[in-house]
């Protein structure tokens, strides 16, 4: 389920960019509410930051180990690795305007 997508762009100048947005989608299997999170995340994504995206699947029923390392507690569980700061958002994402607060593309209220 990963997107093919580059996580650096080189610039003019030659630098390398952080012009992408990392993702990790934390998931128990392929439930009914991981399916439609990835779904969920997928579609906002296409909508909101579309070819300036990766989203890395993790099944904690396969790796349950890598749930330590982002401090996972429920699943789903959406990480924004890239840019910073980190921030998690945790449910299956139907709530389009809580995920985008929770990435900071919307203003809070």
Not at 7 to 31: H, I
Not at 46 to 66: M, R, S
Request: charge should be negative; proline fraction near 7%.
């Amino acid at each position: 389920m990963k997107n093919p997508q580059n996580e650096f762009l080189e610039k003019e100048d030659g630098e390398l960019e952080t012009d992408s947005w990392k993702l990790r989608l934390y998931v128990a299997g392929q439930t009914p509410k991981s399916i439609k999170a990835f779904d969920n995340l997928k579609r906002i994504c296409e909508e909101h930051l579309a070819g300036q995206y990766t989203i890395e699947v993790v099944d904690l029923t396969v790796n349950p180990q890598l749930a330590k390392g982002d401090q996972i507690l429920a699943l789903p569980t959406l990480v924004r690795k890239l840019p910073p700061p980190i921030s998690k958002i945790i449910g299956d994402l139907s709530n389009t305007e809580r995920v985008l607060v929770g990435l900071d593309l919307l203003p809070g209220k």
